[in-house]
């Protein structure tokens, strides 16, 4: 893996995160799944996934490392950086809007 292509990796995991857990264009789909979250079991795990950007993350992590390798350590591995990664990320983000509000 090159420097460039790590940071590809990186930023299409942080990206893919925060697009899916605040992006505009998934609330519809994270509202659907929150009112049938009440009254599905599936569907609330489905919404806790879709709402955490550790969870989001994680996965995002294991299908951006679909790109480089198809092991499934190597792609655990990914998901795990990505998730370290967009928590990262989201916090240093919440930071920045709290510091900007102040």
């Not at 979250?37 to 996965?59: D, H, M, N, P």
């Not at 480089?68 to 967009?86: D, K, Q, R, W």
């Amino acid at each position: 893996m090159t420097l460039s292509d790590l940071f590809l990796f990186a930023s299409a995991s942080v990206g893919m995160t925060l697009i899916v857990v605040y992006g505009g264009i998934f609330a519809r789909i994270r509202e659907a799944v929150g009112k049938a979250a009440e009254r599905f079991r599936y569907a609330k795990i489905l919404w806790e996934l879709l709402s955490c950007v550790q969870c989001t993350g994680f996965w995002s992590g294991v299908f951006c490392g679909l790109y480089f390798s198809h092991n499934i350590f190597y792609l655990f591995l990914c998901g795990c950086a990505a998730s370290v990664l967009s928590m990262l990320v989201d916090k240093y983000l919440m930071f920045l809007h709290r510091v900007g509000a102040g």
